[in-house]
């Protein structure tokens, strides 16, 4: 008789559980995926988003979607400091090259291989600065994108 009730209890246990199981995938079937957000890679790290269904975002229209979930506020400051950051290591890089190019043309010795050497330096060392704070606006972006699309399957975010 025990045995009886132990698999009586067993099958209304299991009946149960396998009933919670089909209604939560019920639920998860009913998200709607339209809001996330996928990329689209292209030329040099400038990457453009679009949704599931192929709708593709403007930098604005990102922004604003960005922007409803809280903790994505730090992370598009940051980007945004390292994105500037980017292009002015870039103009630096600019200039290092003009520098390089106008003391080569100098005939004056000593003063044309200083002012071609400092601008070699400069235009190396910040065009490898451009490179590192491009990748880590990137990455900072990838991260809100992450977190928005997290916030919408209603996860918690990382």
């Given amino acids: 008789m025990r045995k009886m009730t132990f698999f009586v209890i067993l099958l209304i246990q299991a009946t149960y559980i396998f009933s919670q199981n089909y209604e939560q995938?019920?639920?998860?079937?009913?998200?709607?995926?339209s809001n996330i957000l996928v990329q689209q890679s292209s030329f040099f790290n400038l990457t453009e988003f679009e949704t599931v269904y192929g709708e593709k975002l403007s930098n604005k229209?990102?922004?604003s979607r960005l922007k409803l979930v809280p903790e994505n506020s730090d992370l598009l400051k940051k980007e945004r400091l390292f994105r500037v950051l980017d292009y002015s290591f870039i103009g630096l890089s600019f200039m290092g090259w003009t520098a390089t190019t106008f003391g080569s043309q100098i005939n004056n010795g000593k003063q044309g291989e200083l002012i071609e050497d400092i601008g070699s330096i400069m235009m190396?060392?910040?065009?490898?600065?451009?490179?590192?704070?491009?990748?880590i606006a990137v990455s900072k972006r990838q991260r809100a994108v992450d977190n928005y699309n997290l916030?919408?399957?209603g996860l918690p975010i990382r």
Avoid: K, T, W
């Fill in 124 to 135: 190396v060392s910040s065009l490898c600065f451009a490179l590192l704070s491009g990748n």
């Fill in 61 to 63: 229209e990102l922004l």
């Fill in 25 to 33: 995938a019920e639920n998860n079937s009913a998200l709607d995926y």
């Fill in 151 to 153: 916030y919408i399957l």
